[in-house]
């Protein structure tokens, strides 16, 4: 069958395309980017990618008419204030542009919405629910609650909270309940819902067995990691406040803590689990979703993370319109230097950020992501997906990477901390040279003085970090 995936290079999307294969579809895998889709090589003789915007009715016009059925994953919640606006009208025109092709199923996965008063989050969900069914085709909703999974917001933010603060004191929602979900479960779900017609024109709660406050969620995700945790709720901690401390104490961004809180004030709890018979899924509990996610990221196995996805920094740009470092209006600072191992120095390249670091003046970059949280950036708390791979779309510390190609030996980084203009860095090797180079484009005058203010720094923090990378130490 030949199924459209929407949302392919989301944190959900990653995981089921290798199972849509697997299981002998044809996937074509919707992208708004191309640049930034970097699907594994055993993958690209089954899937075609094509670039692709819900708010662009005229794009639309290029998914294929033999579609058989289709997924959409698609949110939206994060990059801007008016997501409720922005996924409704996404959803519309999706569904308009299905209206003149063959596709017999469509799959959402939504959020459970069973409280009489929702966020403003879960009721756009809901809303785009209610438009998605309008459709010409059968249609299946998979509501879930918090996703648990290597990689995910909700794991992170978790563990963000568990593994940084021995003592909480947190808001009242933390008594609010909720059911987890296992990420396995998720993909197990969605692909099995495709095509089955016990699922056709229903809407369906998935969750696991464990009905937990996010209290208990954190103490037993501390159990489990032997960290003895306090926690203190507190009622008058207000959301605006909440959404504050989230922001600071995780790497979250402060527009998805926003949504989160707002959230996580409303229960969400199947209303009842009759898929799991339908189906033939018996979901993790809370416990060995977490055991899974451990493993997973102890064998470096993370397939995907919501920190690469653009809703961890705020921004919403094409790879394609900075892959070319600018020259004229710019300031450049550009150091070469030569090396004994091309493939040592490159390996340096490719682990740099995250518990690495940044091989030189670590708590300079640690104090400037402390900075760059206290204005509304993101920090260094994303770190990197991988610690020794990279792909195009990745996040690297406050970095997103625009262009990686360890054969070629060129990493280009873009900057996604908060700057009074735009920053590049990139490293290149050229024979036997490292070439280095941080470029600048300010914006007015703040942006000149910004740099000029800086530029002491970078005397020693840029030099330090190119000698550790052409040295022959590891």
Request: proline residues 4%.
């Amino acid at each position: 069958m030949k199924i459209l995936l929407t949302g392919a290079t989301g944190y959900i999307g990653k995981r089921l395309l290798p199972v849509l294969v697997e299981a002998g579809h044809e996937v074509v895998c919707c992208v708004r980017d191309p640049k930034r889709f970097s699907p594994p090589e055993s993958l690209k003789d089954s899937i075609s990618v094509l670039k692709l915007d819900l708010l662009d009715e005229d794009s639309l016009k290029a998914i294929p008419n033999d579609i058989d059925g289709a997924y959409y994953l698609v949110h939206s919640m994060s990059s801007s204030g008016d997501y409720q606006n922005l996924e409704e009208v996404s959803a519309i025109n999706f569904r308009n542009a299905l209206q003149s092709t063959n596709v017999n199923h469509v799959v959402y996965l939504s959020g459970i919405v069973n409280d009489s008063k929702l966020s403003k989050h879960l009721s756009s969900r809901k809303n785009v629910e209610t438009e998605l069914s309008k459709g010409d085709y059968h249609f299946t909703a998979l509501r879930a609650g918090i996703i648990i999974g290597s990689g995910s917001a909700s794991f992170e933010i978790i563990r963000d909270l568990v593994e940084k603060l021995p003592l909480m004191i947190t808001p009242k929602w933390l008594n609010t309940k909720c059911q987890p979900i296992g990420i396995s479960d998720v993909i197990a779900f969605l692909s099995k819902s495709l095509f089955n017609p016990k699922t056709f024109n229903q809407n369906f709660d998935i969750g696991g067995p464990d009905v937990l406050s996010y209290k208990e969620m954190l103490l037993t995700f501390g159990k489990q990691r032997n960290l003895k945790r306090r926690i203190y709720v507190v009622p008058i901690m207000t959301p605006r406040l909440s959404s504050y401390w989230l922001y600071f104490v995780t790497s979250t961004s402060y527009k998805l803590a926003t949504s989160l809180v707002n959230s996580m004030k409303v229960e969400v709890v199947c209303s009842d689990n009759r898929i799991n018979t339908l189906l033939d899924v018996q979901p993790l509990t809370y416990i060995e979703a977490l055991e899974r996610a451990f493993n997973k990221i102890e064998s470096n196995e993370i397939v995907s993370s919501w920190k690469d996805a653009y809703s961890s920094s705020g921004l919403n740009f094409n790879i394609s319109e900075f892959i070319q470092v600018p020259s004229f209006g710019c300031f450049k600072d550009s150091r070469s230097r030569a090396f004994e191992n091309r493939d040592g120095c490159i390996d340096k390249i490719w682990s740099i950020g995250g518990i690495t670091g940044w091989y030189y003046g670590n708590w300079l970059w640690r104090i400037r992501g402390i900075i760059d949280k206290f204005v509304g950036g993101v920090g260094l708390r994303r770190g990197r997906t991988s610690p020794n791979s990279i792909n195009v779309g990745d996040t690297i510390d406050f970095w997103r990477v625009l262009y990686a190609n360890k054969e070629e030996g060129r990493l280009l980084l873009f900057a996604e901390m908060k700057l009074p203009g735009e920053a590049w860095l990139e490293f290149k090797v050229v024979d036997n040279l490292l070439i280095q180079t941080a470029t600048f484009r300010p914006l007015g005058l703040a942006g000149r003085v910004y740099w000029f203010a800086v530029l002491p720094f970078h005397g020693f923090i840029f030099d330090g970090m190119l000698r550790q990378l052409t040295s022959n130490k590891i």
